[in-house]
Structure formats: structure tokens, C-alpha cells
């Protein structure tokens, strides 16, 4: 997680749903079901639309009221889990 | 046109009281077991959650069900859209949710498909990976839908259905008239049809009534939301009496006007064999027995009630082929000893969550 590109979840490979303050979703490729805390929501519903780790991990901080060093390391252990799945995808310059 | 049933049915007013009294219904019952009983209990969520009344982890595990159930439906659609080439017709549950505040709010179990030609869609289906559940094909050759299918791993059942299910005593609508009448689906996924507003609140009413008469609330609000629609109501009569289940729109009609608008009375069978829906409560064993042999009265006329209403009785009485008469009078005395207990303590099966 060294580069801080923009990344975002991949609509391909994915079905989710938002229900109260968590996510649901579906791993198409293994028929997986995933779910997310309230803090997951947040970075998932950033994802969706395409963030870099550092804006991640400030966003985790704002909402959460957390320091700097424990945001990071759980936006990188939210984007390593969804990474290992193959559920990432760079987002184009032009996008 | 996909757009314009959506808007005619939750974007109305029709709609917005029909939800405010939904949420009166949720504020009166006495507990979330009779909720669920009428397939409420998501609305229980939904509706305390807006007042801070605290929701139970296990009602919140409900809703992560649910959710998990409607991703699963939503997946199952795609994939078997894709798989077959024909025409194919989404019906009840998961097409009406579309016109909740939200899907997740409507139980779902199966995603009922009609199809042109089902044993072709069925193989295609296979084919695709989705895999065969139940009982053998013999089982399904004469039911109104195929075996069940299911992909690996998803929480959903796919029907794929030869006719809809129907009343016992007349001949349901044929597939091509109902296609020949079909509409987009409002699921949004390209290709899949839903029935026509008025042919849909009719298929809904008769395939509650087949299950069992008036059963439940959450099917007096699936037949209120497609009725808002804009659309002829003479269409609507029309195909009810052509299909033979004008009484039984005449009937739950009044029904859901009664328990969801509260009428100025109750018609005389709410109050007679279906008062569990104005009591929001889950009906008896009793009143289960009284509702099958009483609500042809409801739906037909007398001289064609008689012998509906005598099948019923002798039905209650008659031992299945499967079953001994030592067996049987154990099973009556049972129900003998539960008939003030509601059916689902006295069967202990799972509920009904179509």
C-alpha cells in the first residue's frame, strides 16, 4: 500500500447492499458473502466511487475521532482484505 | 415504462397512506412474533429505528438476512436471465418489493419466474450452473412450477413456472396471456418482464388465497400497492371474472381497506374467519380450520361455495395416502388440544416468508 493511487471496488464483481449501518455484499467469482461495520460502510461507500489511502484514512478520522496512525492501519488492512479478493481496480487518470 | 409502474405505485399518495398505516399496524401489534406471523417484522426495524425505540440484535440479524436473501435474488435474476434465451416474466415477491421504500423490507424466499417455454428454460439453467433441490422431477410434472433450482452458495430459490398458482376452482390465466400483457420489470435487469399492473394484483391475490385465505397482512399490501396504479379498474374486473376470482379481489379488497384504512366496520368475513389480520396477531389452529372451510362463501357463490367449502371439510377430516388412522386421530387430537394456539406453535415448521 505504498503507492496512493485512487482505487475503487469493482462493479463487476461485486453485489452489495447497504443495511442499517453496514454493508452486505457478494464476491460474484466465489459466491462469498462479505459484511462491513459502520466504519467499513464509510471507506466502502468511498470506494464505490473511486479514493486514494490517504483520503481514506482522513475520512476515518474525521468521522471516527481517531488518530492519524490508527486510521491508516485499518484502511490498509480493509484494502489488503478486499485486495486479496480481487475486488480493487485502479481508477483511469480520466475518471 | 419500467419507470412509469414505479412511479404509479410508491410515489403516490395511495402509496404514502398505505405505508403510514403499516406503521400504525406495526405500533399496534403486541409482539414481534405476530409481526412476523403477517410478514411485518422488517417494518418493525424500519419503524422503531424512526421513533429510538431500540431494535433486537436478533430482529437486526433479521435485516442482515434479508439483505443477504435480496442480493442473492437479485444475482439469481441476472444469471438466469442470461442463461436463457426466451421470454421470461418476474412475478409476486421480488417485483412487488421493488415498490417498498425499500426491497429489504419485503420477505423474500423465491424469485418466481414465468417462462415461455419452461422445460427448454429449466435445462438452460442448468447449464448455467444453477443446481436442481427438492424432490425429483416426477414430484414437479404436474405442479405449476418445475423443481427448484438454486446456485452454489446463494440463499435463494429460482421457480421457474409452467402457469401461476391458482384457485382451486377455476383454470389459472394461460402463459401467453399473461406475457402477451407484460411490462418491464422495475428490478431494472434488461430483459425480464413483470405482469401487467392489473393482471400482477390479480396473481397476487389468487396465489394468496391459494395458499391459504386472507393469510396474512403482508399480502393485503402487496395487493393495495399494485391496485394504486394507474390503470383501468374495468381492465381489472374484467380479467377477475374471465379468471374466475372476482370474489376473491371483491374480498381481499375490502379486506385490506378494512385492516390497513380501517373502514368504518369490518366486513363480515374479517370478523367472522380472518380477525387475526384486524388483531395483528397470529390466527389459531382454530380459526386456520375455520378459515378453509368458510371463505369459499367469500369468494363464490353460494351454489359453488357449498361443495368448495365441503372439499375443505372433508379435506380436514381425510387421511393423506401417506398417512395411518392411528396417525391421523393423533394428529386431530393434537389439534383438538391446540386450537387456541397459534398454527405456528402447533405445526413448529418454519414461517412462510414468500
Not at chain 2, 446463494?154 to 406475457?179: F, K
Not at chain 2, 403482508?218 to 399494485?226: A, Y
Amino acid at each position: 500500500m505504498t503507492a496512493d493511487r485512487a482505487q475503487r471496488l469493482r462493479p463487476d464483481a461485486l453485489r452489495w447492499r447497504e443495511v442499517d449501518r453496514e454493508v452486505i455484499a457478494v464476491d460474484l467469482g466465489s459466491s462469498t458473502y462479505l459484511s462491513t461495520n459502520e466504519s467499513g460502510l464509510v471507506l466502502w461507500r468511498r470506494l464505490a466511487e473511486g479514493a486514494t489511502r490517504r483520503e481514506l484514512a482522513a475520512e476515518l478520522q474525521e468521522r471516527f475521532a481517531i488518530d492519524a496512525s490508527r486510521a491508516e492501519i485499518d484502511v490498509d488492512n480493509f484494502l489488503r482484505a478486499l485486495a486479496e479478493r480481487d475486488l480493487l481496480e485502479d481508477v483511469d487518470d480520466e475518471t | 415504462m419500467a419507470t412509469r409502474h414505479r412511479q404509479l405505485t410508491a410515489s403516490s399518495d395511495r402509496a404514502a397512506e398505505l405505508w403510514a398505516a403499516v406503521d400504525r399496524l406495526v405500533d399496534r401489534a403486541t409482539s414481534l412474533d405476530n409481526l412476523a406471523a403477517h410478514g411485518l417484522h422488517l417494518f418493525a426495524a424500519h419503524r422503531w429505528r424512526a421513533v429510538g425505540r431500540e431494535v433486537p440484535e436478533a430482529l437486526v440479524d433479521e435485516e442482515r438476512r434479508a439483505g443477504a436473501v435480496l442480493l442473492a435474488a437479485t444475482i439469481a435474476l441476472e444469471q438466469a436471465r442470461a442463461a436463457y434465451d426466451g421470454t421470461m416474466l418476474l412475478m409476486k415477491g421480488m417485483e412487488v418489493g421493488e415498490c417498498y421504500p425499500d426491497p429489504i423490507l419485503r420477505p423474500l424466499r423465491d424469485v418466481d419466474l414465468l417462462v415461455d417455454r419452461p422445460d427448454r428454460a429449466q435445462r438452460a439453467l442448468v447449464a448455467a450452473g444453477f443446481e436442481p433441490l427438492g424432490r425429483d422431477d416426477a414430484y414437479y410434472a404436474r405442479r405449476h412450477h418445475l423443481r427448484p433450482l438454486a446456485l452454489p452458495g446463494l440463499p435463494i430459490v429460482v421457480e421457474l413456472h409452467r402457469r401461476p398458482e391458482w384457485v382451486g376452482w377455476a383454470p389459472p390465466p394461460s402463459a401467453p396471456e399473461l406475457l402477451s400483457e407484460a411490462v418491464p420489470s422495475v428490478t431494472g435487469v434488461d430483459g425480464v418482464l413483470a405482469p401487467s399492473p392489473a393482471h400482477h394484483a390479480l396473481l397476487v391475490a389468487a396465489h394468496s388465497w391459494a395458499g391459504a385465505p386472507l393469510r396474512r397482512i403482508l399480502d393485503l399490501v402487496d395487493v393495495t400497492l399494485l391496485a394504486g396504479g394507474d390503470f383501468d379498474r374495468a381492465e381489472l374486473w374484467e380479467a377477475a371474472r374471465k379468471w374466475e376470482v372476482d370474489g376473491v379481489w371483491k374480498t381481499t379488497s375490502a379486506a385490506a381497506d378494512a385492516v390497513l384504512f380501517g373502514g368504518p366496520s369490518l366486513p363480515w368475513h374479517v370478523r367472522l374467519w380472518a380477525r387475526d389480520l384486524a388483531d395483528v396477531r397470529e390466527r389459531t389452529v382454530f380459526t386456520n380450520h375455520v378459515r378453509r372451510i368458510a371463505s369459499p362463501f367469500s369468494a363464490l357463490p353460494v351454489r359453488r361455495a357449498l361443495p368448495a367449502a365441503g372439499r375443505a371439510a372433508g379435506h380436514a377430516v381425510r387421511r393423506a395416502e401417506e398417512d395411518t388412522w392411528r396417525s391421523k386421530l393423533r394428529r386431530a387430537a393434537r389439534a383438538l388440544r391446540h386450537a387456541s394456539q397459534p398454527v405456528s406453535r402447533h405445526v413448529q415448521g418454519p414461517r412462510d416468508s414468500r
